[in-house]
């Protein structure tokens, strides 16, 4: 608002200034004028050759044409013009479906535009939800439970209910639209279904031996991968396990030592798992590319998602603000790494950034962990969801508004 008041006020003093000159220069009548249309091929000119500087730039950092599209898109930096509000709910969860804000607890899913405006409210019965979203599609499971909602920016696409007794483990899309879901089943340990974009079952499998605890699809839909945990010498083993959808054969696995994958994503051929001990990188081959165990330092928080990059969040104590922040390159080596001595809220990472929301503030790094914005005094928010175009949803317990650096 400061911004837009100096703006105001400059323009105030110059406008009376221009025009004083304007009309001296009209009485003396020195110069006649011109039609605005002989200018114009000079104007395309000049127009043409500053596209050309820009896409050449844009093509040398991927963070400049960022730049250049958030000011299309939402004008000088700063923060939105408009405000996503919801009724308080500690049991709230958050993703953005497009544009627009997906805002889901235990018994309301709503999705909200950025006008301000309740696109849709549907009313559910979910203890635990699980939010998943890919393309254009939102998959919202009530896991533990038997309730299963996929949606779109219109509303419920399809609604998906277990028979009485039986539970979902997960349910994930990937950014094609094709749903993984697992599942018990009577008589087996566990299932997995794949749905194609179209709502199609293009593939289930029915485990006797091990439990299946999630499932995605590969971004090139060709692969189903699954986690598996199976008793061996009185603990569980925990394994990656390849499925191909068109032949339905097993086609790799990965063993995870001493570790329980509690996440999972895949990014091209490469497949992370974060563990409670460890994070490991296999591709779907089945090779390691990275075993990295914490050691002596706790699981803070993480965040998937950035382009071709993830991040850890590794504490020197299981409580305390004492922290090492990494990041990861898909390849297994290390990018960065960055000494944290203040209260971490949220991670999120999309693009080529990462989004820090501190106590006091929102710090967006580059992948490399150089800063590259800063917004203080979000002492008030609680979560942060980074945009991949650079923009940072900011989101307290009642509203939500996006930071543009």
């Not at 009309?23 to 500053?50: H, I, N, Y």
């Not at 040398?60 to 700063?78: I, K, P, Q, T, V």
């Not at 330092?297 to 998937?304: E, K, R, S, T």
């Amino acid at each position: 608002m400061a911004m837009d008041d100096e703006r105001q006020v400059n323009q105030e003093e110059v406008l009376p200034a221009a025009k004083e000159s304007k009309q001296k220069q009209g009485a003396a009548g020195e110069k006649p004028k011109r039609s605005g249309l002989r200018s114009l091929p000079k104007l395309l000119l000049l127009l043409a050759v500053v596209l050309v500087v820009v896409v050449l730039t844009s093509m040398e950092d991927g963070n400049h044409f960022a730049s250049l599209r958030r000011w299309l898109m939402y004008g000088d930096s700063g923060t939105g013009q408009n405000y996503y509000t919801y009724v308080a709910d500690g049991n709230n969860r958050f993703a953005m479906l497009g544009e627009d804000l997906l805002v889901t607890n235990q018994n309301t899913v709503q999705l909200l535009s950025d006008d301000g405006t309740i696109r849709y409210s549907l009313s559910v019965s979910m203890t635990n939800p699980m939010v998943s979203v890919g393309g254009d599609m939102a998959a919202v499971c009530d896991v533990g439970g038997s309730s299963l909602y996929l949606l779109d920016e219109t509303g419920t696409r399809r609604e998906m209910t277990l028979s009485s007794g039986l539970r979902y483990y997960s349910a994930r899309l990937n950014s094609a639209g094709w749903l993984a879901v697992t599942e018990e089943k009577n008589g087996y340990k566990a299932s997995i279904s794949v749905y194609n974009s179209s709502g199609e079952l293009v593939f289930s499998f029915d485990s006797y031996d091990s439990y299946i605890t999630d499932a995605l699809v590969t971004e090139d839909c060709r692969s189903v991968v699954a986690v598996s945990l199976a008793p061996q010498d009185s603990v569980f083993s925990s394994t990656l396990l390849v499925y191909d959808l068109s032949e339905a054969v097993l086609t790799a696995s990965c063993t995870i030592r001493d570790g329980l994958p509690m996440d999972i994503t895949c990014t091209g051929d490469e497949l992370l798992a974060l563990c409670d001990t460890r994070l490991a990188i296999a591709d779907l081959e089945g090779n390691t590319i990275l075993d990295y165990p914490y050691g002596s330092m706790y699981l803070h928080d993480y965040a998937f998602g950035g382009k071709d990059f993830c991040a850890l969040l590794l504490g020197k104590y299981k409580a305390g603000n004492i922290c090492e922040l990494t990041t990861f390159d898909l390849e297994g080596q290390q990018i960065a790494s960055l000494e944290v001595t203040e209260e971490v809220l949220d991670l999120s990472a999309a693009g080529n950034y990462l989004a820090v929301l501190y106590s006091d503030s929102l710090v967006i790094y580059t992948r490399d962990l150089q800063e590259h914005a800063r917004l203080d005094g979000t002492d008030y928010a609680g979560h942060v969801i980074m945009e991949p175009g650079g923009t940072a949803m900011v989101i307290t317990g009642t509203a939500a508004w996006r930071f543009l650096p």
